[in-house]
């Protein structure tokens, strides 16, 4: 069996019951660190067999799998938050399901829902981009497509790239873009910046080097809030037709 269990993306408090009970219950724990694992192993007193997991090392997919098929059970863990979202996991998950290995998924931390429960922006439906291409084009390519279906977009940017990738979105999407940027969500230096794109610009250069995991949240200006519809919509007194 294959248990993929989310681990705190900084607070170790937010570490769930559930996911205490599968990490000891495991045979073995996936990782990508195993120090990183290690440290929050041992922080809950838990000793257990850890295996560095590579997603793009097919030796690695294959060990995975070897013990897998064995009968034993592994959890999937990440340094932080859900495996196979912007994180390690995806094709495992997938093998395993193909060839009938059971896989139990725990709720639990991520960045991604935390940042859209706290920036004040509408989420009640949004777009989570993961960490975009490096080029330009691409890039540029990515938010236009994304921005087309008005909704709040939500992306991972390294801090060394913060300054400019909000540069590059004032520069192509004009002073109206709205910008949040939640660092370091649930640890020691939390920090929420933002509201127009100038202010979260404002707020990176004041901050000088960036430090830390970085969620940035955009909302083009012609996005209506949730809830807001279009004039006339479901509205029986703006249908013209008789009854």
């Known amino acids: 069996m294959l248990l993929i269990v989310p681990t705190p993306i900084g607070n170790l408090k937010d570490i769930t019951l559930r996911a205490l009970d599968a990490l000891r219950d495991a045979d073995a724990v996936f990782c990508e660190d195993t120090r990183r694992t290690l ?21 690695s997919l294959a060990g995975a799998m070897a013990w897998l098929r064995s009968g034993k059970t592994a959890a999937l863990v990440t340094d932080g938050g859900s495996p196979c979202i912007s994180d390690p996991g995806r094709r495992l998950v997938a093998l395993a399901r ?37 080029s330009r084009g691409k890039m540029i390519k990515a938010l236009t497509a994304a921005f087309s279906l ?5 992306l991972f ?45 404002a707020a990176a ?9 970085v969620v940035v949240l955009l909302r083009p200006p012609e996005c209506r809030d949730a809830g807001e519809e279009d004039p006339g919509e479901d509205d029986p007194a703006a249908d013209p037709s008789p009854a």
């Open 39 to 59: 440290t929050l192993l041992t922080h809950f007193g838990l000793k257990k067999k850890l295996f560095r997991y590579n997603e793009h090392d097919e030796r």
């Open 98 to 134: 193909s060839t009938g290995v059971k896989v139990t998924v725990l709720p639990g931390p991520s960045a991604v829902t935390a940042a859209a429960a706290g920036s004040g922006l509408p989420a009640d439906s949004f777009i989570f981009l993961g960490f975009l291409p490096r």
């Open 150 to 154: 008005h909704k709040t977009v939500i």
């Open 157 to 201: 940017e390294s801090p060394h790239r913060l300054k400019k990738f909000l540069a590059l979105a004032r520069e192509t999407f004009g002073p109206g873009l709205t910008a949040m940027v939640a660092r370091e969500i649930s640890k020691v230096y939390e920090e929420w910046t933002g509201g127009k794109i100038d202010d979260a610009i």
């Open 205 to 213: 250069q004041a901050a000088g080097e960036v430090r830390g995991e």
